[in-house]
């Protein structure tokens, strides 16, 4: 359209740009690095891999700036020939709520479906498909595990890092030590020796963040050591354009047949228009791990021994493997050409420290990732259970450094929520390396009529795991940031026990379901109302009185409204859910503190999905819940029960007088 | 996990990056810019608006490099200072199939309800609702219409642009002067004369698109004007943050009042959290138009008489007159601060030609975009007819250029793929003038009982328009590129007329359905197997006796798996559904062409919506139809004629022997 005439503010000329997360409030004194003395950090992270990565993206996205946060890594660019590939629901989930999932959502390979193969009875056959199930079996966003690079995935995040922060990854910087000094400088006390270029130089940090893999310098230099079994296993993998008659060579698979195993997992389109499969079949042998990784350091095996180790693996032997495994089908190489291929020694070990305290009992280095829990990559597991331990300790320490934690008391830990990492991550890394043990070993074992095994039993262990595998079953335990109901009967806001498929309960997260906005009839999912910005939010599902004068959901409401202003400002947002109510209604029939505080995050819960039925919720009762940065659910509380959400919130935040 | 042995190929590096759209190939000879002589090029574009953006973007993805292709533009960078803002459920499917429709999915306005408000009888009241409807009423994968910022949907186009050509837009650019010389070569007749940063220069190209706004030179120097009425409408358009109480301040709005009406358009939430409103208010004046846009030059107005006209509409007048058509609400813009304002003057006009030809007919001067129709911008539309003439046009001139194209015969117009954009594109540019002055009349006449258009006819044009107005509903008539079934009855593949709800049309989009995958269970949308890389596809609807030997489906396939490598290669993709089947089968049971030829493009069209009900096939007898690159279908056919898909083709490309 021709204009003739035009005016308009500065500040419009930035809106062709992508939208960038607002940076939480810091009421603690700015950071200002000293020039002259020691270079100084308020955090440093050892690592940028999956894990260093998530935690560097995370921090800089809630505010930390160059100046006062640093990633170190020792190679020179993001990771080349990925190991790990598989992207579970829930982490697709907390890329979405960073606006990072799409390139996955388009171009990973979409795991939908799990085939399941075993010896046949039939004489003709060798093997027979015994069963397809479902990749995911908990109700999540995601209905699939997406596989992809773990190097696509790294540079995903650093080109979302480098929106928010100028020097990205410091590479080529190799860290040679450690150690906590508090005499010298007691705001500082994490004294850390590297290498960058070829140049030695010492640095100080108020915390530091080992995400630097499974022989983790910073964990050793902590004097931490992974425990578990003291025998590994060693497997192949390799991906491939596979050339075969296999009939569910695009499905996930585990075959067992007479002549060994192979697990397969499909891979993302690639540019040749063609897709790549990945295999791994286990070597039938175990082997003494690396000395780093014992908790008895004394009978590991030195990287000569490793060396010798490997020259029994060849690609030729790990395809020679799958082939009979997969009889009577063939699979070969497209073009004789295989993509990348690996062997690996794992066993399961998990640190059992993940913190590591100065003289006072503040958490000052934290290790996260590989650093502190091994495990075999067959279940998918390791990019994500990494990840998700930095977005676990990511919004902790930026509420301790940002002055947004409570005040520590005279008896208490003095920082308590920093404490929470341990306490909630190493339950998982300890579920996880249970779980890998048990799975790895039926897995390596031979299966059918004959054998110790069933393949029901195989199937049973995938079910029954897949809560935990796709990452939408994870519980934290109880603690400061996660307050259980101890209500029981009519007098518990929340009605049912399973927690998998969306009861509200402490300790898991809120499941999304898919709501329609009040304000504009938008169709949203209620997880676009919790993205990761650091922000805690208090969900409430309205009662069906809503409409009436006095009625209980208005007066939660209300006081919601009163207790607000006590908590810094902006780091608490209310999002309203309503039931089916027995009108219609405008914004004038509805308590004011709607409009002013969730104008857009009031939601009819039942026209699209039934919210307070997967919620657990009575319609006639409504409820509230708070959930934590990490879209966790922290405590869930009746309606006549504000003060409870106001309790278990002092625990999290500084109140403002 | 601990690799300790690892080898990849060297490709594998690659595979960081995002994926990048397969080139078409090209038959004609390489193009070889000749040094020392006049710089010359295959396609030069004049204007990187929307539709300049669009055309430069897709011709750089199926293939043309920066010695080949130019676009230039006069301005310094991308808009910044936006006009429109809306893009239709059509174009998010068009970008969605290019892989750029994210940002806009997770960051635009979501418009999903248009309110209307009119003169109520009530005395307390003035206005009142009267209807809430959906916004977007045609099926579509896309439910809502979005609103951002033009200036962002441009750089959405030019990021992407950047990963395929490494100059970009030249901007700083300007048109001089087209004219077309075939004397001098006949190869390249096209003489474009362009002061690029303040130095005048000449190349010589063989296709030009101007595509160079309303005021378009290229249209100009050709010799071409607008055709329509000779007054037009003066508009006000207002961005800001609204403190109103207003209920539907979130939603599409027309609100016809006493004293005025005003169009409400919801738009992106901004940096400061909160969201931007547009209002439209109609100056009722009419004044006569720029000279350059008249069919009859002599009687068009000055700049000077522009400069006169604007001082007439200030910020204060717009937003009064907005304040009154909304009373008893009131509106005024949060903290005083508007975002933006405008005044601007309308008509509806469209070019008579899109095409000028050289002396032997072949197209080579194409004019795109506003350069060939202007209107109102209230039905949303300019930027999407646009980009949607560029997304219709880039195939044809590639096709051309890469010699994929037919060869011309003797008796036939040299060059009818390209002619037939004029033939497509034409059509549509009337319908939207004829429509928008409808709409806009509508829209500026007061409403009630007692004036001369009801609510009812209002509401009533809107649902009518709404086929168009979505994108949804363009036909295109017979040509090259579309042959209607001549068939009745019974000899039809396809039954019904519905085609807006997703009946196969030859000339109309194929709807998308979302189908089951064969191969891993995926849960799919057909469009996603139909990308904007310039292929053509052959949608085979199977029937019922597919696992038949000697079915009619299996014929077909076969028939079909004869006829595809007479085309070039990889032009063509076969894309296969089957309905609900009698048995459980294995790829054995299938003709092995769609294992072959279809792996990943073979789904059940039955499992998660009902394709054939949908499309309007019978599962008893299947049917066959082709998707043209740009998404619309090209020719329907029964399962036995193979024969009609075969001379379809062969009119749009050419064969390899």
Same mark, same amino acid.
């Given at each position: 359209m021709p204009v003739f005439t035009e005016h308009s503010t500065a500040s419009r000329n930035l809106r062709v740009l992508p939208s960038f997360a607002p940076?939480?409030?810091?009421? #603690?004194?700015?950071?200002? /690095?000293?020039s002259g003395l020691d270079e100084k950090y308020e955090v440093l992270i050892v690592g940028a891999g999956p894990a260093g990565l998530m935690l560097n993206l995370l921090l800089s996205r809630y505010g930390l700036s160059d100046d006062s946060l640093l990633c170190i890594d020792s190679k020179p660019s993001t990771l080349k020939s990925g190991q790990a590939d598989g992207v579970q629901p829930r982490t697709l989930e907390v890329f979405k709520t960073l606006g990072i999932s799409d390139e996955i959502e388009n171009e990973a +390979?979409?795991?939908?479906?799990? !085939?399941?193969?075993? /010896? #046949?009875?039939? =004489?003709?056959?060798?093997?027979?498909?015994? !069963?397809? $199930?479902?990749?995911?079996?908990?109700?999540? *966003?995601f209905g699939y595990e997406a596989t992809i690079h773990q190097g696509r995935i790294e540079r995903i995040m650093e080109t979302d890092l480098l929106r928010y922060s100028k020097r990205g990854v410091l590479r080529n910087t190799r860290l040679i030590d450690v150690r906590i000094d508090e005499e010298s400088d007691a705001e500082f006390p994490v004294v850390v020796t590297m290498n960058t270029n070829g140049e030695e130089k010492v640095v100080r940090t108020k915390h530091l963040v080992g995400? &630097?893999?499974a022989h983790s310098i910073v964990r050793q230099c902590m004097g931490l050591r992974l425990e578990g079994e003291s025998l590994d296993h060693i497997w192949g993998v390799i991906d491939l354009v596979a050339d075969t008659d296999f009939p569910d060579i695009r499905r996930r698979g585990a075959i067992h047949s007479p002549a060994g195993s192979v697990m397969i997992i499909p891979r993302e389109r690639i540019s040749t228009g063609e897709y790549l499969t990945r295999l791994y079949v286990h070597v039938p042998e175990t082997v003494v791990p690396d000395?780093? %990784?014992?908790? &008895?350091?004394?009978?590991?095996v030195k990287a000569e021994d490793a060396r010798q180790r490997r020259s029994k693996i060849t690609q030729d032997g790990i395809l020679q493997q799958a082939a009979d495994a997969m009889k009577p089908y063939y699979i070969r190489p497209k073009d004789?050409?295989?993509?990348?291929?690996?062997?690996? %020694?794992?066993?399961? *070990? $998990?640190?059992?420290?993940?913190?590591?305290?100065?003289?006072?009992?503040?958490a000052r280095v934290f290790i996260a990732g590989d650093a502190c829990h091994t495990h075999s990559p067959k279940a998918g597991q390791g990019m994500n259970v990494s990840m998700m331990d930095s977005y676990n300790l990511a919004w902790k320490l930026i509420y301790h450094i940002n002055g947004l934690a409570p005040e520590s008391t005279a008896t208490g830990p003095p920082t308590p929520l920093l404490d929470s990492y341990q306490t909630e991550r190493h339950k998982i890394a300890q579920q996880l390396i249970d779980f890998d043990r048990k799975f790895s070993t039926m897995f390596s074992g031979k299966m059918g009529a004959t054998e110790g095994l069933t393949q029901e039993e195989f199937q049973q262990a995938f079910k029954l795991g897949n809560g935990f595998t796709s990452g939408c079953g994870v519980e934290y335990p109880e603690s400061t940031v996660v307050v259980h109901d101890d209500l029981e009967g009519s007098m #518990?806001?929340? =009605?049912?026990?399973?927690?998998? #498929?969306?009861?509200?309960? /402490?300790?898991? *997260?809120?499941?999304? $379901?898919r709501v329609l906005r009040y304000a504009d009839g938008a169709q949203r999912h209620i997880h676009d109302d919790i993205p990761s910005t650091g922000r805690f939010r208090i969900l409430c599902l309205a009662s069906m009185d809503l409409l009436d004068r006095q009625s209980i959901s208005g007066q939660a409401l209300d006081s919601l409204d009163r207790l607000m202003p006590n908590f810094p400002a902006s780091v608490i947002e209310l999002i309203v859910l309503h039931p089916k109510l027995r009108r219609e209604f405008e914004?004038?029939?509805?308590?004011? +503190?709607?409009?002013?505080?969730?104008e857009m995050r009031f939601h009819d819960g039942s026209a699209l999905e039934n919210a307070y039925a997967i919620y657990g919720v009575d319609p006639a009762r409504g409820a509230l819940a708070v959930v934590r940065p990490d879209g966790y659910v922290g405590v869930v509380a009746r309606l006549d029960d504000v003060a409870r959400v106001e309790e278990y919130l002092k625990g999290c935040i500084r109140t403002v007088s």
């Open positions: 940076p939480l409030p810091r009421l #603690s004194p700015p950071f200002e /690095p000293q +390979c979409h795991m939908w479906q799990f !085939a399941f193969w075993n /010896p #046949s009875d039939k =004489k003709d056959k060798i093997i027979e498909r015994t !069963a397809v $199930v479902s990749e995911v079996l908990a109700p999540s *966003r995400a &630097d893999g000395s780093d %990784q014992l908790l &008895d350091g004394t009978n590991g004789g050409v295989v993509d990348w291929w690996a062997a690996y %020694q794992i066993g399961q *070990r $998990v640190s059992p420290e993940f913190i590591v305290k100065d003289s006072k009992g503040v #518990s806001p929340v =009605k049912g026990t399973d927690y998998l #498929s969306g009861i509200l309960r /402490p300790g898991r *997260r809120l499941l999304d $379901v914004w004038d029939d509805l308590p004011a +503190c709607i409009k002013q505080r969730a």
